[in-house]
């Protein structure tokens, strides 16, 4: 099949890439011309595993293309695949400028009926407002059919998840667009959920937001058993072997970030304020994430007698979530931007996303190459990504590196038996404290 992917973010080069792979002819089409250059000598502008190998087989089969230019993206494609940013708007809800730009500027090359396959979030009723923006818009007669296909992948294991995922979603209300759907996606083997528009639209957002409700409830639970002396761990683990609640998403820590979970939670929100509909479980799911952050913070704080001028903090790990350089929605930024204004120095590490958190993080952190470095003479260290280096460090280093080794533990990397008798003092979310002498 002949298909254009528009966007060439997260979602869209895993699309393209993956579309190419199981045979398809994909043209990927970005306005962010440093990007298409890149892409075209074969690098991925992203970190993501196991992506840069079929980015540069597809472009050596000659299968997978990158352009700037419209017209030469679009030309002959039959179906086009939309995955530009719906980032959030100032009043929470998605803002749509993006996917709006593109469905007026692509109407001068549209010349036959074409199928618009929308994989951005978008809000419930958006698909409509696509067919009848660009029916009207088109220089020729044309029929547009839209597609609902929300994207599930998640980042870090994008390119895994696009091959194993566990539905596709298609969301369409006409037969041949469907079929050319399903054909599409028979090589990959994953079963399909048919339903209409506005179903599929609702079901990224309900997905996301059970998600984020789902880590949400587990931080208040942990939170509740510091003051009564239960551990998260052991709590999340009993109830997640129900089947009726299922184990997944149930890891206590500084609470979800990224660019999905906060940014659906507040477009869904918004939503059910513009129907006057309010979404008080999911206000609440918002509240409890955003204290979550500041809970580890004021732990640190109080360990400190109230005062954390002049100490230098170690931060490990900073995207928000391990195998990925984004910072984008990381906790992280609001942990910096608390230490440093509360006097504090901050020391900080991550494998991959430096770059990316230079440009978020407050200007006075000093970013370090080495686990060992960020340790070094600091009073702390906090650890707000779990990144599996992290996870396996061998934590006598803690005490020979830190100048009175105090771990802050935001993600629950380690057992508490680790600690115990380690001569190192370790704080954790939802679970007991372990002192120097345990
Ligand atoms: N990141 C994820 O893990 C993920 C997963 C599922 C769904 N989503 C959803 O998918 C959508 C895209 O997310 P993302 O993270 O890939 O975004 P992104 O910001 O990484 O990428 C968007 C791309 O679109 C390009 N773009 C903007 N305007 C354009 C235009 N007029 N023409 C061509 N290209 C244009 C940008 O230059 C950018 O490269 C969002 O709606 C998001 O909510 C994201
Ligand atoms: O038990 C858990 C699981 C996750 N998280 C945090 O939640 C956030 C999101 O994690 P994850 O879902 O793994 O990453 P994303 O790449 O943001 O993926 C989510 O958002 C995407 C964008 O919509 C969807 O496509 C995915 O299905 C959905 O999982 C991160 O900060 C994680 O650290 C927890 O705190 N505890």
Known sequence: MNIA???IGYVGLVTGVCLSEIGNNVTCIDIDEEKVKTLRSGKSPIYEEGLEELLQTNIQRERLHFTSNYEEGLAAKEVIFLAVGTPQGADGSADLTFLNTVCSDIVKYLHNDVVIVTKSTVPIGTNEHIKTSIEQNAITNLTVKVVSNPEFLRQGTAVHDTFNGDRIVIGCEDEEAMDIMEEIYKPYNIPIVKTD???AEMIKYASNTFLATKISFI??????????GANVDDVANGIGMDGRIGGRFLKA???YGGSCFPKDTNAIIALGNRVDYPMFILESVQYVNE????????KI???FSGNIEDITIALLGLAFKANTDDMRGAPSVQVAHRIIDAGAKINAYDPV???????????EVNYVKTIEEVLNHANCAVILTDWKEIKEYPISLFRQYLSYPIVFDGRNCFSLEKFNGSGIEYHSVGRPSINRQN
């Open 291 to 298: 204290k979550q952050t500041d809970i580890l913070v004021d």
């Open 219 to 228: 931080n208040e639970i942990a939170n509740l058993c510091e003051h009564v």
């Open 253 to 255: 820590g500084i609470g």
């Open 197 to 199: 528009l506005r179903s």
């Open 353 to 363: 996303a430096v770059e990316n958190a230079k440009s978020v993080l407050p200007k």
């Open 5 to 7: 992917v528009i966007g």
């Open 301 to 303: 704080i109080k360990r």
